[in-house]
């Protein structure tokens, strides 16, 4: 539509009219690559949970391997009678409670056994650890856990010390190791 106006003097001078705000079109586009960058923005955040969770769990493993190391090196007639050699992810039955009596060096690795394996169920899905001797004084301590980032593939692979501390892969579960000199 155009507007005619009006100037001093006889002539006539027509102009377009001027086009003020957005089009429903425009605000449309922007609402879409707005959407959009929001989703990408969302799909990261939980991408980073997800990895802190992961890493979260990871150096839960690490400080219950330590923790095992240590009771180690609190029982050292239990390991020097060999006593931690080929603890498995079971919890075994408490004889004695070492916090409130005496332990011989076998009722305390029986002790540290069950209390280990405990924590280690408690903190980790399906926590399970081991104690796996592989040459003399020299153990592998495993903590094996479930992780769901895993889907049904293996956090470590048969034949490797992996394997030795934690026992034969299985789907979906992850294995945090070390080695510890009694």
Not at 110 to 133: C, I, K, M, Y
Request: hydrophobic share 40%; aromatic share 6%.
């Amino acid at each position: 539509m155009k507007h005619l106006s009006v100037h001093s003097g006889t002539r006539l001078v027509s102009s377009p009219s001027r086009q003020t705000g957005f089009s429903i079109l425009e605000v449309l586009v922007t609402l879409v690559v707005l959407s959009t960058g929001l989703l990408g923005v969302a799909n990261l955040q939980v991408e980073a949970l997800r990895g802190n969770q992961g890493a979260y769990l990871s150096s839960v493993a690490a400080q219950q391997a330590q923790d095992m190391a240590e009771r180690m090196n609190a029982n050292r007639a239990g390991v020097a009678a060999n006593l931690y050699d080929n603890l498995d992810s079971s919890i075994p039955t408490l004889l004695v409670n070492c916090q409130s009596a005496d332990c011989t060096p076998t009722h305390l690795t029986l002790f540290d056994h069950n209390r280990w394996n405990a924590t280690n169920q408690a903190l980790l899905p399906s926590g399970a650890g081991q104690v796996s001797e592989i040459s003399d004084g020299i153990f592998l301590i495993g903590v094996r856990w479930h992780d769901r980032q895993l889907a049904n593939g293996n956090g470590w692979q048969a034949g490797t010390e992996a394997a030795t501390a934690c026992g034969e892969p299985q789907a979906g579960t992850r294995c945090f190791f070390l080695r510890h000199q009694a």
